[in-house]
């Protein structure tokens, strides 16, 4: 009996390693497509700092759903970085700390990926 659990098992062993798929080869072309541009390393690191803000200082009065609910008075990107400026004002009574143009578009370009999904031009 034990045998032939021996013999089944390393049957199943050398079907398997046999049964192993080939590694994909990436070609070159299909590399140079995947790498990221210095412009989208940007982009990703400005929304990677607007979430890090955005999550400090900017769920003190509302959570997310205030960027999905079905009535919002947001129609575009420049609206979006108007109000995101507007609430930034009302935040400054808290923390006294005045935003300027660089936290305003970090922030605004995080909740355009996470949530609006605007045109940015
Ligand atoms: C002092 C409280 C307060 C803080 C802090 C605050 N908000 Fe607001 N926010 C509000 C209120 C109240 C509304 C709803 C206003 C309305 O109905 O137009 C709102 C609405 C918004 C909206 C519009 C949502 C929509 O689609 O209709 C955005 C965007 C927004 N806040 C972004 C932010 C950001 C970014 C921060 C951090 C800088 C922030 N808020 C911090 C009070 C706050």
Redesign the pocket.
């Given at each position: 009996m034990k045998m032939i659990v021996i013999i089944l098992g390393s049957l199943l062993l050398i079907t398997h390693s046999f049964a192993e798929p080939p590694v994909p080869q990436v070609t070159p072309e299909i590399q140079k497509k995947q790498e990221i541009t210095p412009e989208q390393q940007k982009r990703i690191d400005l929304i990677a700092q607007g979430e890090e803000?955005?999550g400090k200082?900017?769920?003190?009065?509302?959570g997310d759903w205030?960027?999905?609910?079905a009535?919002?008075?947001?129609k575009d990107y420049a609206a979006?970085t108007v109000?995101?400026q507007?609430?930034?004002t009302?935040?400054r009574?808290?923390l006294r700390k005045k935003?300027e143009n660089p936290?305003i578009s970090a922030?605004?370009a995080y909740?355009n990926h996470q949530?609006?999904l605007f045109e940015t031009q």
């Open positions: 803000l955005h200082h900017c769920v003190r009065c509302h205030v960027y999905k609910r009535n919002s008075r947001i979006l109000h995101v507007r609430c930034a009302n935040l009574k808290f935003w936290e922030v605004s909740l949530y609006y």
